[in-house]
C-alpha cells in the first residue's frame, strides 16, 4: 500500500467542521484513498473512498488534490458521536487488503 | 442490512490454552478477512479468504494460528497454544467480491491472556 502520513491527533468544537489532512505522495494514478474511522471498543468503520474527484456522502466529504499526493477528510458539522481514530487507506490497486497505520485521533469538545 | 456478527465477544484464557473466534459475514459477501488488533495500535491483516479459499495469509503465525472458512460463510479463527502476546481484539469483515468494495468490519473479540 502506499505510504499515508496522517498527525496524530487533533480537537475539534461540536458543531463546527472538522478538517482531516492526509498525505499519500507515492500514491499511484490508479490507486484510491479510502477513509474509515474507529470509534472506541467498535470495528472500524468505512467512510469514504475517492480517487480523483470531490466526494461527498451522508457522513462526509473527501476532497483530493489535483496531483493527488494529499487528501481532506471534511467531516461538515461535528458532533461528539463523531470522537474516533480516523484513518486515511491507499490499498494496493490489486486487491482490497487494507493496511492499518497509526490513524488521527480526533476528539470533538462540546 | 444485518452487519457482520462475531462471538464471543469477551475471552479470558491461560497462556497454552487454546481458543476461537466465529464470524459470521454479511450474506453476500464473497471476501472475508480476520484482522489483529493490538491495544493502541491500528488493526494488522492476519488472513484474507476469497470465498473459502484462502488468498493472503502471508501475516497468520501458523505454528498457532490456523482459520478455515467452510462452505464460503462462516469462518473461525483458532489460536493454539495461546501466548501473553495475542492479547488483542480480533476483528472479522467482509466485502463483496468486487475490487475496490468498502470493507465492513464487525465489533470484534477482545482476547485476554494470563
Known amino acids: 500500500d502506499a505510504k499515508t502520513t496522517q498527525p496524530p491527533s487533533m480537537d475539534c468544537a461540536e458543531g463546527r467542521a472538522a478538517n482531516l489532512p492526509c498525505n499519500h505522495s507515492t500514491i499511484s494514478g490508479n490507486e484510491y484513498v479510502y477513509w474509515y474511522r474507529q470509534i472506541h471498543s467498535q470495528g472500524p468503520q468505512y467512510i469514504i473512498h475517492?480517487?480523483?474527484n470531490n466526494e461527498t456522502n451522508e457522513m462526509a466529504s473527501l476532497i483530493i488534490t489535483e496531483d493527488r499526493k494529499s487528501s481532506t477528510l471534511i467531516l461538515p458539522h461535528a458532533t461528539l458521536r463523531d470522537t474516533a481514530v480516523y484513518y486515511c487507506i491507499v490499498p494496493k490497486a490489486a486487491g482490497n487488503k487494507l493496511t492499518f497505520g497509526g490513524g488521527t485521533r480526533v476528539l470533538v469538545k462540546p | 442490512e444485518a452487519g457482520v456478527a462475531q462471538s464471543p465477544r469477551y475471552k479470558i484464557i491461560e497462556k497454552r490454552q487454546s481458543v476461537a473466534f466465529w464470524c459470521n459475514p454479511i450474506s453476500g459477501h464473497a471476501t472475508l478477512y480476520w484482522y489483529q488488533q493490538i491495544l493502541g495500535q491500528g488493526p494488522k491483516l492476519l488472513i484474507q479468504f476469497q470465498n473459502n479459499g484462502v488468498v493472503d495469509d502471508s501475516q497468520l503465525p501458523k505454528d498457532r494460528f490456523s482459520a478455515e472458512r467452510l462452505k464460503g460463510v462462516d469462518s473461525t479463527l483458532k489460536i493454539q497454544p495461546a501466548k501473553l502476546e495475542d492479547s488483542a481484539v480480533y476483528l472479522c469483515?467482509?466485502?463483496?467480491?468486487?475490487?475496490?468494495?468498502?470493507?465492513?468490519f464487525g465489533n470484534g473479540t477482545r482476547l485476554t491472556v494470563t
Open positions: 475517492g480517487l480523483k
Open positions: 469483515a467482509s466485502s463483496l467480491e468486487a475490487l475496490g468494495s468498502p470493507l465492513h
